[in-house]
Structures are given as C-alpha cells and as structure tokens.
C-alpha cells in the first residue's frame, strides 16, 4: 500500500536535487528500497542523507507522499498541481492534471489517466521536469 502513495526513487531523486528537505515517514536506502522510518514513535524527519557514503553514493532519500510533494511544489516553487476528473469529452471518467505556475497562471494538462493517483503523479513529474531545466 504504502508504494501507491509515496514518490517512485526517480522523483525522489529529482526532489533532492530540487531542495525538498520535509519530513517523512518513508524513505529509499542505499539500494533504492522503500522502507519507513525505524523509530518507534514514528516521528518524521528530512530523511535525505548526506551528500554521499564513500563509495556508495548517495545515501537515501526521502519519500514523501504525493500529497506531500503537491503542497510543497505550491508553498515553495508556486506551482499548482490541480486533478480533474474529465466528464464531457473522448476520455469522460478519466483523470487529468492541470499544472498552473502561479506567478503569471501560465498552465498546461497532462494526458488522461485511469485513476487520480496516476494523474497526480505525472503531474508531480512534469512539474519537476520543468523546474529541472
């Protein structure tokens, strides 16, 4: 269950290098395997580890929900990541995302999916993409 809602390794990668420093309950170690925090408390904290682990390479990585990375992506790079649901045209039940930078409303949508999960994670990946370059 808990793969369904947290980031893949690839979009936790790219949060990293984008400053994302939140705190989480799950993470990617150093073989790119998702585990939750070992704590018994479960207390949630920035779990991106140092830079590197001689000879290893990075450390691990956190793993934030796609919720998680939504509010952020708003709060902190100002863009809205808004899911609809498509009920008048071709792809009617399906969902899609409207990405909306909110410094001049400039927006764009993704392709239609099958659930809202898919859609908001495309979204969370184009979003990236394009903050990326």
Not at 40 to 54: F, Q
Request: aromatic share 10%; glycine share 6%; net charge positive.
């Amino acid at each position: 269950m808990l793969k369904q809602v947290v980031v893949d390794i690839e979009m936790a990668k790219g949060l990293r290098r984008l400053g994302f420093r939140e705190p989480c309950l799950a993470y990617y170690d150093l073989d790119g395997n998702l585990c939750n925090a070992d704590c018994e408390e479960a207390i949630v904290r920035d779990m991106n580890g140092p830079k590197e682990t001689p000879g290893r390479g990075p450390r691990c990585y956190s793993a934030p929900t796609l919720s998680d990375v939504q509010e952020w992506l708003r709060r902190k790079k100002h863009y809205e990541i808004l899911v609809s649901r498509d009920t008048f045209f071709q792809d009617a039940g399906r969902y899609y995302c409207r990405i909306i930078r909110l410094s001049d409303n400039l927006s764009r949508d993704t392709k239609a999916f099958k659930t809202y999960e898919q859609a908001l994670s495309e979204g969370i990946k184009t979003t990236l993409n394009i903050l990326q370059k």
